[in-house]
């Protein structure tokens, strides 16, 4: 009834508004179909997306090895601003990136970049020097830098290609000069310095440099026992064995193993730093001189803090002492044990140490605690190895003289042989003025602090020689030959032992009751005459059939190298020079010590 009562004009329009919507509508659901299938695509490919992974540098794709790269960052004007270029320091930052892209492990990573612009580098953040060296560091020759606290780097099969395993970067941070803008100031090479791996020269660019060091085919590696490290050898080798964990704590032992024929440290002065907040609660076998974040400890364990070497006594060629640290936050677990960097060991007139960062080894093996035999591993154990440094000119603490029959005067040690603090009262350039004779024994004003040593030669070459030596206990002195040493006979007096594996050296100590060189004492009149050091003297004799070949005047009759309690001596640069017969010569060494007394040492017939 409702229908019959529309009109029928009505009803026609009707009829086109629906027409007009149906066109409509199929407008808005093809616009609609469109939205959703391009939607519908763009969620399939969202699905699929892998994550992003990291830029990779030009040469690492191809690089079946190890993958080290320098990028130089930025660079700002420091003050003082000045208007030589020679002089005017700039602060630079760089990156460097070690990346294990082969298929082995490497382990205990080191690098060397290198500076070529007097460079001090203030930070390595991710790692060490590796030679244990604080910062700020000059390194303008150069640098050694090692991993921390990543100190291995995963290959990518072992870790799914995990770059947080496989690859450390360094933020480098520092100071250089007399390179100045547009100028990059690039490092001459980077490489990797470790055992079984070889470099090529690196690739060079404006801003950066890599390199792909590949393992060497003729490299023969030790099977391995355990993941890590063998431990490795060194003239001083420093073991950190955890052997007790706690939560908040863990007990450790440090052994000190002298293993330089030559090396010695009396009263060894052992330092370290935590790098996690970490201190010292207890110790047994030693005792600590400083209480601070840096481990300051001096040496007992049993013979004064004296480490002598295997060739004098073996006995004396370890020290042993134990710690118990405490750790803070977060490393509050048993297993979050990190070892403390930067270790350094120094002795009183002692060879100058350098020692590297710690490495992860094999487990340390004690005797069972109970008697029965069997083997306790420690938990964790670390491997410190330091090698002894030669002093550089200016820098020794023992020099040398040289005198002959044949030359009246004394050629005495290089003038400040041994340093020159304050160089507008000295002169270190200056040659050395020529001494008498009887003026050896006197100590000179300007090398009071030091330690002397006079060789002195004189008469036949067949016929015996002296040696003379002051207040140091159980001293050893060490002479080397170029030609001479292998004639060796005999030692009169004091302990002589010819070490044929080192170079034929003469090995000299004090006998029994003779081993203790006593100090220096005041003169008869201590306002007029000088002090007076105390002295020890023997006589060496040579094999007469080893005489032939050796050339007195050219210096085969002097030392090439003297040692005293480890510490190299400087030689004079000058020999004797005269008239006379010199085929028959015989060998007189004399050495004088002063380090708060003298030691004095002669050689003659």
């Keep these: 009834m ?11 329009n009707l009829k ?27 969620c399939l490919a969202q699905d699929y997306d892998t994550e992003a992974q990291p830029t990779l540098p030009e040469g690492q794709e191809n690089c079946n090895g190890i993958f080290v790269s320098y990028n130089f960052i930025s660079r700002t004007k420091e003050y003082p601003h000045v208007k030589n270029a020679t002089a005017q320091a700039w602060a630079f930052k760089a990156t460097a990136t070690i990346m294990n892209t082969g298929t082995y492990v490497l382990q205990a990573w080191k690098i060397f970049i290198g500076f070529q612009y007097k460079e001090i580098l203030v930070s390595a953040g991710g790692a060490v020097l590796t030679n244990g060296g604080d910062f700020p560091a000059a390194v303008g020759n150069g640098t050694f830098i090692s991993g921390y606290p990543q100190s291995d780097l995963e290959t990518s099969i072992d870790t799914a290609g995990d770059f947080n395993q496989i690859q450390a970067q360094i933020e480098l941070s520092g100071t250089q000069f007399g390179l100045r803008p547009p100028r990059i100031p690039m490092p001459k090479t980077i490489k990797l310095v470790n055992d079984g791996y070889k470099c090529p020269a690196p690739t060079h660019r404006k801003t950066a440099m890599y390199v792909c060091c590949v393992r060497n085919p003729k490299y023969k590696a030790k099977d391995l026992k355990t993941k890590f490290l063998p431990r490795q050898k060194g003239d001083l080798s420093i073991s950190y064995d955890v052997t007790q964990a706690y939560g908040n704590n863990y007990l450790a032992q440090v052994t000190i193993e002298n293993s330089n024929p030559l090396g010695r440290l009396d009263h060894w002065n052992l330092t370290w730093e935590w790098m996690r907040g970490e201190f010292i609660y207890s110790m047994k076998g030693a005792y600590v001189r400083e209480v601070d974040t840096a481990g300051c400890i001096n040496g007992l364990a049993g013979q004064n803090g004296t480490l002598l070497p295997e060739t004098m006594d073996g006995s004396k060629s370890e020290s042993v002492f134990q710690v118990q ?55 964790a154990s670390w491997q410190v190895v330091c090698n002894i440094s030669r002093p550089t000119e200016g820098n020794f ?7 002959a029959y044949y030359d009246e005067s004394v050629i005495p040690c290089d003038t400040f042989a041994c340093g020159c603090e304050d160089t507008e009262k000295c002169n270190p350039k200056k040659p050395a003025m020529l001494l008498p004779a009887e003026a050896l024994l006197v100590p000179f004003a300007n090398r009071s602090a030091k330690a002397r ?30 030609k ?27 006998l029994p009751g003779l081993n203790y060189l006593m100090g220096e004492v005041n003169g008869s009149n201590p306002k007029r005459d000088p002090n007076v050091p105390g002295k020890q003297q023997s006589v060496i004799s040579f094999k007469k059939k080893r005489k032939h070949g050796i050339n007195i005047a050219e210096g085969d009759g002097f030392p090439s190298r003297v040692f005293f309690n480890g510490e190299e001596c400087a030689l004079p640069t000058r020999l004797p020079i005269g008239s006379g017969n010199r085929c028959r010569l015989h060998l007189v060494l004399v050495l004088l010590f002063t380090i708060m007394s003298l030691l004095f040492i002669e050689i003659h017939n």
């Design 2 to 12: 409702a229908a019959n009562c529309i009109p029928s004009k009505y009803i026609a």
């Design 484 to 510: 001479a040493g292998s004639g060796y006979e005999k030692l009169y007096s004091f302990n002589g032992t010819l070490l044929t594996k080192l170079n034929n050296t003469i090995f000299i100590q004090g």
């Design 397 to 403: 603490k023992c020099c040398v003289s040289f005198s």
């Design 453 to 482: 040593a006079w060789a002195a030669l004189k008469q036949a070459f067949s016929s015996p020689q002296a040696i003379a030596l002051i207040n140091f206990e159980n001293w050893f002195t060490v002479i080397q030959f170029k």
């Design 325 to 379: 640290v405490f750790k803070l936050p977060p490393d509050l677990n048993r297993t979050a044990i990190y070892p403390p960097q930067k270790w350094k060991i120094v002795g009183v007139l002692n060879p100058d140490y350098k020692c590297g960062p710690p490495i992860r080894v094999d487990p340390t093996q004690f005797p069972d605690p109970s008697g029965l035999q069997a083997t306790k591993d420690a938990l």
């Design 16 to 42: 086109e508004e629906s027409k007009e919507d149906v066109k409509l509508s199929w407008k808005v659901l093809g616009f609609m179909l469109f939205q959703f299938c391009s939607t519908s695509h763009f």
